[in-house]
T-cell receptor
Framework: DTGVSQNPRHKITKRGQNVTFRCDPI?????LYWYRQTLGQGPEFLTY????????KSRLLSDRFSAERPKGSFSTLEIQRTEQGDSAMYLC?????????????FGEGSRLTVL | AQKITQTQPGMFVQEKEAVTLDCTYD???????LFWYKQPSSGEMIFLIY??????QNATEGRYSLNFQKARKSANLVISASQLGDSAMYFC??????????????FGPGTSLSVIP
């Protein structure tokens, strides 16, 4: 069990560029979540998956954000035409739906800086 | 509408003292789960404790206990015998629906705890 892995850990990009983040969950976990966190704030829900099915996407997300989990394993989060307001830490978490508590296990996050 | 409220942006506690971090939540579901996470300055999110809405006993994990008052919709975290390493952000979170439901987990705004030597 290697934990939840996120790549890249840091990304600096210019406004208007596209960026993609990858999350590898704990292998047997069927649920995968994406959150956005800015300094001093709580994680803000973006979207989540049960296996390969995307079950909900936050209404706060614009159409510039898209996420996939094509085979129910790893997931990608793409942000198109980045804006300075997209600068944040993007957190991925996974959980096992049948576990007694179903707590989320978080990765170390991918920090995005949009210049 | 915000579903998780943490009214204490910042708290201070003397080392070895106990501290209570407040959390209130809003849900119309009968089945839900409540979590507390710790986030030190290094950034990782650390799971502390879980309380299911049907659990009759308040959850405890070592120095952490959850004061669950269902009728008041509150789930306060109590940390006993505070240590310097407890200085961190603390987040209350909720999953509506049961364990096998598809509902997402949402987080509160957090409380920053500082332990004073």
């Amino acid at each position: 069990d290697t934990g939840v892995s996120q790549n890249p850990r840091h990304k600096i990009t210019k406004r208007g560029q596209n960026v993609t983040f990858r999350c590898d969950p704990i292998s047997e976990h069927n649920r995968l979540y994406w959150y956005r966190q800015t300094l001093g704030q709580g994680p803000e829900f973006l979207t989540y998956f049960q296996n390969e099915a995307q079950l909900e996407k936050s209404r706060l997300l614009s159409d510039r954000f898209s996420a996939e989990r094509p085979k129910g394993s790893f997931s990608t989060l793409e942000i198109q035409r980045t804006e300075q307001g997209d600068s944040a830490m993007y957190l991925c978490a996974s959980s096992l739906g049948s576990a007694s508590t179903g707590e989320l296990f978080f990765g170390e996050g991918s920090r995005l800086t949009v210049l | 509408a915000q579903k998780i409220t943490q009214t204490q942006p910042g708290m201070f506690v003397q080392e070895k003292e106990a501290v209570t971090l407040d959390c209130t939540y809003d849900t119309s579901d009968q089945s839900y789960g409540l979590f507390w996470y710790k986030q030190p300055s290094s950034g990782e999110m650390i799971f502390l404790i879980y309380q299911g809405s049907y659990d009759e006993q308040n959850a405890t994990e070592g120095r952490y206990s959850l004061n669950f008052q269902k009728a008041r919709k509150s789930a306060n975290l109590v940390i006993s015998a505070s240590q310097l390493g407890d200085s961190a952000m603390y987040f209350c979170a909720m999953r509506e629906g049961g364990i096998t439901s598809y509902d997402k987990v949402i987080f509160g705004p957090g409380t920053s705890l500082s332990v004073i030597p």
